[in-house]
C-alpha cells in the first residue's frame, strides 16, 4: 500500500506550546529584538528543536524548519487572541483556539439598563440641534451613555462582575464586561434604527 503524500506538515504539540509561549512573551519585540531573542531560545532549546527537525525530515518536508517555526511563532501565535467564555457551570475559561466548543452561560442584561439605553438613543436620534443626525454614531452614543449615565453602568459592571466564581481572572472578567455592554449599547441601536 503507498503511503499518501503529506502536504501540510504539522508541528508537534509540544512545540507548539513552546512556540506560543515564548510569542506571547515577546509579543511586543520589534522586528529585530524579536530575531535575537529567538536565535538565544532557539539555541537553548536546540535538543528538543533538533528531534523535531529530524521527524519533519522524516516525514518528507523539504524546506527550513527553523524559518517555518520561526514564521509561526512571529507571525500566527503572537497575534493570536485570547477568547474569554463564561461556561454553565460559572467558570471563567480562556480559550486560546477558537476550534474548541465550551458551553456559554447567557447573562442578561438588566431591563433598568436596557430601558436606559434605549431613551439615551432615541433621545439622541431626535436631537434637533443635530440635523439628520449624521454625527451620531453607536460609537459616540455609547461614549455619550457611559459619561451620562456612569451610575447605572457602575451598578451594572458590579452586577455581572459577581455572577462569575473564578475571580482570579479580574483583567480577563473586566474586559468581557466592557465589552458586553458596548455590544449591548450597539444591538440597540441597530434594533432602534432598523424600525
Not at 455572577?163 to 473586566?174: G, H, M, P, Q, V
Amino acid at each position: 500500500m503507498e503511503q499518501q503524500p503529506i502536504f501540510r506538515f504539522k508541528l508537534n504539540e509540544d512545540i507548539i506550546e513552546m512556540i506560543n509561549r515564548f510569542a506571547k512573551i515577546h509579543q511586543f519585540d520589534d522586528r529585530k529584538m524579536y530575531k535575537e531573542e529567538w536565535s538565544k531560545w532557539f539555541n537553548e532549546n536546540n535538543v528538543l528543536f533538533e528531534e523535531e527537525i529530524s521527524r519533519l525530515t522524516r516525514l518528507g518536508y523539504i524546506g527550513n524548519i527553523e524559518y517555518k517555526m520561526f514564521n509561526a511563532g512571529r507571525y500566527y501565535f503572537r497575534k493570536k487572541k485570547a477568547v474569554v467564555v463564561l461556561t454553565e457551570e460559572n467558570n471563567v475559561v480562556v480559550v486560546e483556539d477558537k476550534k474548541i466548543k465550551i458551553p456559554r452561560l447567557y447573562i442578561s442584561a438588566d431591563k433598568n439598563m436596557l430601558d436606559a439605553m434605549d431613551k439615551h438613543i432615541q433621545a439622541s436620534l431626535n436631537d434637533d440641534n443635530d440635523k439628520n443626525n449624521k454625527s451620531f454614531t453607536p460609537a459616540s452614543g455609547y461614549n455619550d451613555f457611559c459619561k451620562t449615565h456612569t451610575p447605572l453602568l457602575s451598578n451594572e459592571i458590579k452586577r455581572i462582575y459577581n455572577t462569575f466564581d473564578n475571580l482570579d481572572l479580574k483583567k480577563e472578567i473586566s474586559a468581557f464586561i466592557i465589552q458586553k455592554i458596548k455590544k449591548t449599547y450597539k444591538n440597540r441601536y441597530f434594533i432602534i434604527t432598523r424600525k
